[in-house]
Structures are given as structure tokens and as C-alpha cells.
């Protein structure tokens, strides 16, 4: 079993820029594929990006591409989503979630963090 605390989130203008962590616990997180997913109000939980075990292998979603970066380091147990020029449509609230492979549906990842709230501002 795998505990998954996410930090970083915040209030951001349009164009900024944010630091997601997700902080593993438990079993070591570099036995898991990793992913990023966010949602929105009254939208569907949504994929955002993944990075395989070792981070030789990412994906983003079409919307994020070119502004977020996934990345990984399982020597401090955490992974991590850069986000930069932040959009007003980014608002949600963003989960880490481990698994183990590729998936961009939810329900192939059996473990989820609390979620950390973007508010970016226009």
C-alpha cells in the first residue's frame, strides 16, 4: 500500500507558474507508475500527465502539452508537475495517483492523494 499527500497548490495569475509535489509513503514510490489528474467543478476527474517507473516515459494530455512537466524522483519518494503559463481554464483541483502502467482512465489507478486546489486568476 502506498500513501500519496500532494502540496504545492495555490492562487496564481494568468501566465504563472506552480510547483505540484506528491509525497509517497509506505511502499517506495518507484515500484509505481505515476500519474497527474485534475478536476474541475462539476466536470469529470480528467487526465493531465503520466511518467513510467524510472520517468524514461511521460504523457500529457493535448490540453497541457508544452506547459506542464511531469517528473519524478524516487530517491526523495516524490513526484512532481511544473506548471507553467498557468490558464484560467487549469482552475481544479489536482490528484496524484499511482498505478501501475500506462492509463489515462481513473479507474486503473487504485491509489489517490487528497488533492491540492490551482485557482488561476485572469
Known amino acids: 500500500q502506498v500513501q500519496l499527500v500532494e502540496s504545492g497548490g495555490g492562487l496564481v495569475q494568468a501566465g504563472g507558474s506552480l510547483r505540484l509535489s506528491c509525497a509517497a509513503s509506505g511502499r517506495t514510490v518507484s515500484r509505481y507508475a505515476m500519474a497527474w489528474f485534475r478536476q474541475a467543478p462539476g466536470k469529470e476527474r480528467e487526465f493531465v500527465a503520466f511518467?513510467?517507473?524510472?520517468?524514461?516515459?511521460?504523457n500529457y494530455a493535448d490540453s497541457v502539452k508544452g506547459r506542464l512537466t511531469i517528473s519524478r524522483d524516487n530517491a526523495k519518494n516524490t513526484v512532481y508537475l511544473q506548471m507553467n503559463s498557468l490558464k484560467p481554464e487549469d482552475t481544479a483541483v489536482y490528484y496524484c495517483a499511482a498505478g501501475t502502467y500506462y492509463s489515462t482512465n481513473k479507474e486503473n489507478y487504485p491509489h489517490w492523494g487528497q488533492g491540492t486546489q490551482v485557482t488561476v486568476s485572469s
Open positions: 511518467i513510467n517507473w524510472s520517468g524514461g516515459s511521460t
